[in-house]
């Protein structure tokens, strides 16, 4: 499809559980990135993926995180042992190109840790 | 360390009048911009781009305009219609070096177009 899918749409856990998220992006696209929004301020860049292959992982967080992205199937961002802190909207975005500019954003994943 | 500085949490404009919103950078390695508009509970959609071997760029009622010097761009949204109540992202991006191939957001600009 053209739009890139983000599921759940909102996750609930409480604190020290785990949370997973995922991403279908927009077949055809090669490269998937995941932002993070705390509070509705800057989106914060986490890790992109080229295909299977991590691309850029500068932004994530050096504990508790983790992001894969297989053949045949969406992508996922998994955070281990959730704190308060995590709770933010998780955007993930596909493009056919590395480049900035080829971005197509999905709705967001909305994470609340209580 | 912010690199991408909105600094107008919020705009008001009436309809049909100019909407400027403006953005700050303090990266020098960053060579290209956009403008996102976002609706709540939605992603952000692209709006228009810039390259820093430009200093306009113009796409129907929108404008970017760059001034590199002052590391300052500003988005013109000329006549502003009540559809065009979002919030709005600048962000910039590096083609090399740290930071290249990812894109740095400001905190945003909520503007209301006023019927």
């Known amino acids: 499809g053209e739009e890139v899918a983000q599921t759940p749409k909102h996750l609930v856990r409480g604190e020290g559980q785990k949370a997973k998220l995922y991403c279908a992006p927009i077949?055809?696209?090669?490269?998937v990135f995941w932002y993070q929004q705390v509070l509705k301020n800057e989106f914060k860049f986490l890790i992109s993926?080229?295909?299977?292959?991590?691309?850029?992982e500068t932004g994530m967080p050096k504990e508790r995180f983790s992001a894969k992205c297989l053949p045949n199937s969406p992508c996922s961002l998994e955070i281990q042992a959730t704190k308060l802190e995590d709770s933010a909207v998780y955007f993930c975005?596909?493009?056919?190109?590395?480049?900035?500019?080829?971005?197509?954003f999905g709705s967001g994943t909305r994470l609340t840790v209580v | 360390d912010q690199q991408v500085k909105q600094n107008s949490p919020s705009l008001s404009v009436q309809e049909g009048r100019i909407s400027i919103l403006n953005c700050d950078y303090t990266?020098?390695?960053?060579?290209?911009f956009l403008w996102y508009k976002k609706y709540p509970a939605e992603g952000p959609t692209f709006l228009i781009s810039?390259?820093?071997?430009?200093d306009k760029n113009e796409d129907g009622r929108f404008t970017v305009f760059l001034n590199k010097s002052a590391k300052h761009l500003s988005l013109h949204i000329v006549p502003s219609q009540p559809g065009d109540s979002a919030v709005y992202f600048c962000?910039?991006?590096?083609?090399?070096?740290?930071?290249?191939?990812?894109?740095?957001f400001g905190k945003g600009t909520k503007l209301s177009v006023i019927p």
């Open positions: 975005a596909s493009s056919p190109l590395r480049e900035v500019y080829g971005y197509t």
């Open positions: 077949k055809g696209h090669s490269y």
């Open positions: 993926f080229q295909n299977e292959n991590v691309f850029d």
């Open positions: 990266n020098s390695m960053f060579d290209y």
């Open positions: 810039i390259s820093s071997i430009k």
């Open positions: 962000a910039a991006s590096a083609n090399s070096g740290a930071g290249s191939y990812q894109l740095t």
